[in-house]
């Protein structure tokens, strides 16, 4: 089972911040963690990954509480290309392996 | 560089019938990946490869067979189709495990009826 909790959808407006909360308080001391986005009809896409300290890059920031059990995507500024699923993971061990725990993610809608 | 690419993107199966999807990756990675992904439900991993030649279970593995004979190609059969493997495939690669970012081909929407 995912070791994340994400709310099922959000709604943001063209042109404004958003920012993408995900709950992980059973995360281990050596987890990272990991934001995809899915694109309808498309394949996972990377977003970002951190493990202790804020995270930037070209697409978003991650922000990581300090307790490390909770952790937030930020779109600086959202535009309807941005619509899609957003995942927030950890990993878990299948067959003595680190391997990545799918949820079911965020879908975020963005209104013009 | 294509990336992830898999082939078919669509294909529809009747019961009892196998098929191969194929997967291949220009990226020189070692770690390949499958996953299924049902209706409003994120992914589950089927099969994995650390290397040409080495393969191992995921959480779904039944009903699924993998090779990898070399480090471009990571196949996935299915022998006898049923109705619950209706879903969509996706194959994925890194570089490494622990924080490499995956890469993922566009999917294969498979339906067996």
């Known amino acids: 089972d995912a070791k994340t909790t994400q709310p099922n959808s959000m709604e943001s407006n063209e042109e404004e911040p958003v920012h993408l909360p995900c709950n992980h308080s059973?995360?281990?001391?050596?987890?990272?963690i990991h934001w995809y986005r899915q694109l309808p009809s498309q394949g996972p896409e990377y977003v970002i990954h951190?493990?202790?300290?804020?995270v930037n890059n070209r697409m978003a920031s991650l922000a990581i509480a300090e307790d490390r059990k909770s952790s937030t995507l930020i779109l600086h500024r959202a535009t309807l290309r941005d619509a899609a699923v957003y995942y927030c993971?950890?990993?878990?061990?299948?067959?003595?392996?680190?391997?990545?725990?799918w949820g079911a993610g965020t879908k975020l809608i963005i209104k013009p | 560089n294509a990336g992830v690419t898999q082939t078919p993107k669509f294909r529809i199966l009747k019961i009892g019938q196998s098929m191969t999807l194929q997967c291949t990756q220009d990226?020189?990675?070692?770690?390949m990946y499958w996953y299924r992904q049902d209706p409003g439900m994120g992914l589950k991993l089927i099969y994995y490869?650390?290397?040409?030649?080495?393969?191992d279970k995921g959480e779904v593995p039944n009903g699924y067979n993998v090779s990898r004979s070399t480090t471009e190609d990571f196949p996935l059969r299915l022998e006898l189709a049923a109705p619950s493997q209706t879903s969509v495939y996706f194959c994925?690669?890194?570089?490494?495990?622990?924080?490499?970012?995956?890469?993922f081909g566009n999917g294969t929407r498979l339906t067996v009826t």
């Open positions: 994925a690669s890194s570089y490494g495990q622990g924080s490499s970012p995956l890469h």
């Open positions: 990226m020189n990675h070692n770690y």
């Open positions: 490869s650390v290397g040409a030649g080495i393969t």
């Open positions: 059973t995360i281990s001391g050596t987890d990272y």
């Open positions: 951190g493990l202790t300290s804020n």
């Open positions: 993971i950890l990993r878990d061990v299948i067959n003595s392996n680190y391997q990545l725990i």
